[in-house]
């Protein structure tokens, strides 16, 4: 077992005070709190913060890890506490502490292993909640069909703890949105004892579509036309999710216009969102010489200023 | 075919390791999470991310010794974070495809 010496973890000098300890804490906690840095690694950091905190905040504690560090901290290598070692500032001692965290076999051995309150132990222990991100297809979200989900997860089998795989069937809800999370109970961890089982939490991501857009329950898609269809108007075919449907787009249609299209958005709890057509006209890549005599003739007969309000 | 449960009442929250009655009692004062139904206490029901937030709520909370009325500061801002990140990433596909050809 490695030593740890929690004050260089902490990054303060052995004599520190109380007050220097906690203000060390705090600032490697928030900088590698899980819930405030999502990189890789903090989270381990956080742990190692969390348990050099937990050894030094409290005075008995702090003294007989200094005892400890005195007795084994400068052999390098590996530790083991004396022989008859027993904390009394640990679990045995008069407050019967209750750590919360999960800490390093270093810090068991010296404080004690984690113990449950009489709640826990009695009944046994929750397993743990577990949450995966979970891709849904924009085309899954308006079937029918249940989708596959694959974790893996940590259960006890024959008192030991392992990884295993698991496989579920999930029924999509209808109108679930992106970010949302669901739940699907005694899916998580297996519990201890007769603890139940934890939960599993899938957090709901819709995969980006190659042509529709999600806003809320509606859809959008971005329709190109060339200029002369939103001049004269024209007849369409669009797709959408389940189908291909016909559009009319009016004649002196503007770009930046959103037709709508009734019912063929997203599954709504009580029925369909919208299907918005975005207009969005495009000029032909390339002009011959009798397109752009027409051109040429069109911006002679047209009365039209695109940068009026720039005038006034 | 798994049950797919959308809610989670009180009674089970408390059987959380981390939660209690006091801590979401705590959690909801302070508008951090809000119960979908339940007039009272006991009959609270949350839907699931609220529980999300209110475990990440719980943990800022006891982890970093901050405050309530920080914690809800925090959880506050991260929402509005997680949501400005998705209008981001909404806006940008969008963009995108009124400026590619």
Known sequence: ?312 | MTELVLSVSLHELCQYDELDEQLIVEVVDHGIAQPVAGRNTVDWVFDATSVHWMKKAVRLHTDLEIDWVAVAMVIDLLRRNEALERRNRHFEHQLKRFLDQ
């Open chain 1, 1 to 312: 077992m490695e030593f740890k010496d929690y004050y260089q973890i902490l990054g303060v000098q052995p004599d520190a005070d109380d007050k220097a300890i906690k203000t060390a804490y705090r600032k490697l906690a928030r900088k590698y709190h899980p819930d405030m840095n999502p990189d890789e690694g903090a989270e381990e950091k956080f742990k190692e913060v969390a348990e050099a905190y937990e050894a030094l905040k409290d005075a008995g504690r702090r003294a007989e890890y200094d005892e400890l560090r005195r007795y084994g901290g400068r052999a390098g290598g590996g530790f083991e506490p004396p022989p008859g070692w027993q904390s009394s500032a640990g679990f045995g001692g008069a407050g019967g502490q209750h750590f919360e965290g999960d800490f390093s076999d270093f810090f068991n051995s010296i404080f004690g292993g984690p113990g449950g309150d009489g709640h826990h132990s009695r009944s046994g222990r929750r397993g743990q909640d577990a949450e995966i991100e979970m891709p849904i297809f924009l085309e899954e979200t308006v079937s029918e069909t249940s989708k596959l989900v694959e974790y893996r997860i940590p259960v006890i089998e024959n008192g030991q703890m392992k990884e295993v795989k698991k496989s579920l069937k999930v029924k999509i809800p209808p109108g679930v949105q992106d970010g949302e999370r669901i739940r699907l109970k005694g899916q998580g961890g297996s519990g201890m004892g007769e603890g139940p089982s934890g939960d599993l939490y899938l957090h709901i991501r819709l995969v980006p579509h190659p042509l529709f857009d999600v806003e809320g329950h509606n859809l959008v898609l971005t329709v190109p036309l060339a200029p002369w269809e939103a001049a004269l108007g024209t007849k369409i075919t669009v797709p959408t999710l389940t189908g291909k449907i016909n559009l009319t787009i009016a004649p002196n249609s503007q770009a930046g216009q959103r037709l709508r299209i009734k019912g063929k958005g997203l599954s709504t709890k009580t029925g369909r969102g919208d299907l918005f057509a975005l207009l969005k006209v495009v000029m032909p890549p390339s002009t011959n010489s009798k397109t752009t005599a027409l051109w040429q003739s069109l911006s002679e007969e047209a009365d039209f200023d695109p940068r009026a309000q720039w005038s006034n």
